[in-house]
C-alpha cells in the first residue's frame, strides 16, 4: 500500500477514535463544571502539570523514539529488531515510570506546597501516583503500532479510556449523592486511574494477541520473538541499548525542559491574576474556566491535525532512511497546506459563534470571551504539531526542543508582564504571539534541512 493511502486511511481512523474520544470528553467537562464548580475544576487543573511532567519523564521520549525505530527498521525488513527495540523501550519506560510514580506517592505534599502552591492538590497527586506506570505503559505500546502505522488498536484505547474516565465519574457521582457526601475534585482523579489502567491493560492484550498471532503464521519454526540468536550481550547492547539511550535520553531531556517551563507557565497565570488585583479563589475560577472549558472546547478539532501528526513522524522517518525527498516533499506540502486550511474554518467558526457556544454549552459569559479570544490562534495551533512531528521524524528533535523552548518563554515573558496590567488578555497575546514564532522557527529549519 502507499504512504499516501497508509497515511490517509490511519488519519481517518485515528480523527474517528478521536472525534468519538474529544465528543466524550467534552460532555465530560462539561458535567464535571457542573458537579465540582469552576474553582474545583481549576484546583483539579492544576495538577495536570506535574502529570504531563511525570509522562515526560517516564514516556514521552521514549515512545517517540520506539515509533521511529519500528518505523525505520520495518522499512529495512527487520520485524524482530523492532519488537526487541520495543520491548527494551518498554522496559526502561516503565523503570522510570515505577521511579516517578514513587516519588508522587512519598512526596506529595512537598510538590503541593512548593511547586503547586496549593494545598488542595496534595491528596489528589496522591491518588495520581499509581496511575504513572500504567500510562507509559499504554504509550509505549501506542508507539510501536504508530510505528507500523496500524492505528486501530491505538484508536481504540482512545475512546475505552475517555469511556472509562467518564462512566467512573458517574458511578462514584451517584453513590456519593445517595450517600449525601460532598463532592470534591477527588472524583476526577479516580476517573483519570481507571482510565489508564483500562487503556493500558487493553493494548497489552492487544499486542500479545498480535504478536503471538504473527509468530505462528510468520515465523521460521525455532525463531526467536525478540532477542537475536545467539544472543550475545556487547552486540545486543550496540543494536538495541545504545541507540535507545542516545537517543531517547536527549528527547526526554528537552521534553522535561520545555514541561518544567509549561508547568511554570500554568502556576504563574492564577499567581500573575493574583498579582492585578484578582482574589485567589477568582483567579482559580477564571483558570478554571480558561483551561477546563474554553481551551478544551478550542482545541476539540484537533483530533485531525493530532492524528496527521502522529502518523507523519513515523512516515517521515521512513522516507528520510529510503532517501526519497522528492515524496518526503510532497507530503510535507499537502499535510501542511490541509492543517492550514482548516484551521482557518475552525478559526472562522469559533469566532462567529463564540458567545453561543460559551453560553449554550458552559452557561458562562466568561468562557465565551475566551473562545473568542482564543480562536484567533487557531490556524497556527493546528499547524504547529504537524511541523514538529516532521521535524522528529527528520532527526531533528534538539531543533525541536530549541523551538519548543523559545515559544514557551515568549509565553511566560507575557504572563509576568503583561498579564498584572491586562489581565488574562496577556496570555491570549502570548499565546499568538509564541505561535507565530514557533511556526516561522519549525518552518525554517524544514526547509533548511531539505535543502542541505
Known amino acids: 500500500m502507499s504512504q499516501k493511502k497508509l497515511l490517509l486511511q490511519g488519519a481517518v481512523l485515528l480523527t474517528l477514535a478521536g472525534v468519538i ?8 467537562r462539561i458535567f464535571l463544571s457542573q458537579i465540582i464548580g469552576a474553582e474545583g475544576v481549576g484546583v483539579y487543573q492544576l495538577i495536570f502539570p506535574v502529570y ?6 517516564s514516556s514521552s521520549g521514549i515512545q517517540t523514539c520506539i515509533s521511529r525505530e519500528v518505523s525505520s527498521r520495518h522499512a529495512l ?37 512548593r511547586f503547586v502552591h496549593e494545598p488542595r492538590t496534595a491528596g489528589l497527586l496522591y491518588l495520581l501516583s499509581p496511575a504513572i506506570p500504567f500510562a507509559a505503559l499504554h504509550a509505549c505500546i501506542s508507539g510501536y503500532y504508530f510505528g507500523l502505522k496500524k492505528t486501530a488498536i491505538p484508536a481504540a484505547s482512545q475512546i475505552l479510556e475517555n469511556l472509562l474516565r467518564f462512566l467512573t465519574v458517574f458511578i462514584i457521582y451517584r453513590i456519593a449523592l445517595e450517600k449525601q457526601r460532598p463532592i470534591t475534585p477527588t472524583i476526577a482523579v479516580y476517573g483519570l486511574i481507571t482510565e489508564e489502567i483500562g487503556a493500558a491493560l487493553f493494548s497489552l492484550t492487544a499486542f500479545v494477541l498480535y504478536t503471538f498471532q ?35 535520553f536527549p528527547l526526554t ?17 492564577p499567581i500573575q491574576l493574583q498579582a492585578g488585583g484578582m482574589t485567589s479563589r477568582a483567579s482559580l475560577s477564571v483558570y478554571g474556566v480558561l483551561t477546563g472549558m474554553a481551551l478544551p472546547l478550542l482545541l476539540f478539532p484537533t483530533a485531525l491535525s493530532s492524528s496527521l501528526a502522529t502518523l507523519l513522524l513515523p512516515i ?21 497546506g490541509a492543517c492550514l486550511a482548516f484551521g482557518l474554518l475552525v478559526f472562522l467558526f469559533f469566532f462567529s459563534f463564540s458567545r453561543s457556544l460559551g453560553l449554550f454549552l458552559f452557561h458562562n459569559t466568561l468562557a465565551a470571551d475566551f473562545i473568542r479570544a482564543l480562536s484567533w490562534s487557531c490556524p497556527l495551533i493546528f499547524l ?23 515559544s514557551v518563554l515568549v509565553r ?41
Do not use: W
Open 384 to 406: 504547529s504539531p504537524t511541523l514538529l512531528a516532521i521535524l522528529n521524524g527528520l532527526g531533528k528533535s534538539s531543533r525541536v526542543f530549541l523551538h519548543n523552548t523559545a
Open 77 to 113: 525488513n527487520d520485524p524482530r529488531g523492532a519488537r526487541t527495540f520495543f520491548l527494551c523501550g518498554t522496559c526502561l519506560s516503565l523503570a522510570c515510570a515505577f521511579l516517578v510514580s514513587a516519588f508522587l506517592f512519598f512526596f506529595h505534599d512537598l510538590l503541593a506546597i
Open 253 to 269: 531531556l528537552s521534553r522535561v525542559l520545555v514541561n518544567l517551563l509549561q508547568t511554570l507557565e500554568a502556576f504563574l497565570i
Open 21 to 28: 474520544g474529544r465528543i466524550i470528553s467534552f460532555f465530560y
Open 316 to 336: 517521515v522517518s521512513e522516507l528520510q532512511a529510503k532517501k526519497n525527498t522528492e515524496a518526503l516533499l510532497r507530503m510535507i506540502r499537502k499535510s501542511c
Open 52 to 57: 504531563a511532567l511525570a509522562i515526560c519523564l
Open 214 to 248: 504473527n509468530s505462528c503464521g510468520l515465523s521460521i519454526p525455532g525463531q526467536r520473538l525478540f532477542f537475536p540468536a545467539p544472543f550475545r550481550i556487547a552486540a545486543f547492547y550496540h543494536e538495541y541499548v545504545s541507540p535507545l539511550f542516545c537517543t531517547a
Open 412 to 452: 511566560i515573558g507575557f504572563i509576568l508582564l503583561a498579564m498584572p496590567r491586562f489581565g488574562i488578555s496577556g496570555f491570549f497575546y502570548g499565546l499568538l504571539v509564541s505561535q507565530l514564532l514557533l511556526f516561522f522557527l519549525s518552518l525554517h529549519t524544514i526547509r533548511k534541512t531539505l535543502s542541505d
